[in-house]
């Protein structure tokens, strides 16, 4: 799920067609939560197209402060491709970023996450963060990829973080949410 600061009174979360046995899917749609009830009240479905046919999208969603979307979609075994757009009253319009991760974190991406106060997208996988300015998504040099890798043989379901960036991770196996510093991430 996904937090829209444009949108206070929602919270937003992506699905997918999966067909049992591929983690393929070109069909997806964006389900808006109410907050206050905490039931979907709109569904958007929509397909990812490329020139050469369909591209398989992700499965985790992110909002910047601007209100712009993000999801991931992993390609081979490790590099990462991301999308930008925007989710409206009635359709969404998502844009492959001309600039991929070519060693995204972990086998599988499990979250997406936004850090306001340092403008930064962070992918999350077990063990794994990577962040990456938004600022600079499509003109990304090496050195503006922050990873960190942990040995702590947990799973890491997903990150958020407050207006001050302080993070929380929530981990598996071991169901636990840790609090970092403003420094952490």
Sequence with gaps: MAFNPKDSSHLWFVGTGLVPGNHVSTKANVQRVKISTLKPDKKINFRFKSKSGYIAGGLNLAFDKSGNAYLDSKTGTRSL????????????????????????????TQSLAYNKKRNRLYMIADD??????????????????????????????????????????????????MQGSTKSF
């Design 81 to 108: 491709k991301l999308f930008k757009g925007k989710i409206y009253t009635k359709s969404v319009k998502f844009k492959l970023v001309m600039q991929g991760i070519k060693y995204g974190p972990g086998p599988r």
């Design 128 to 177: 794994s963060v990577i962040s990456v300015p938004v600022s600079k998504l499509g003109k990304l040099k090496k050195s503006d990829v922050q990873s960190t890798q942990f040995s702590a043989k947990r799973e890491f379901e997903g990150m958020q973080f407050t207006s001050d960036g302080s993070s929380y991770l929530l981990t598996n196996k071991g169901a636990e949410i």
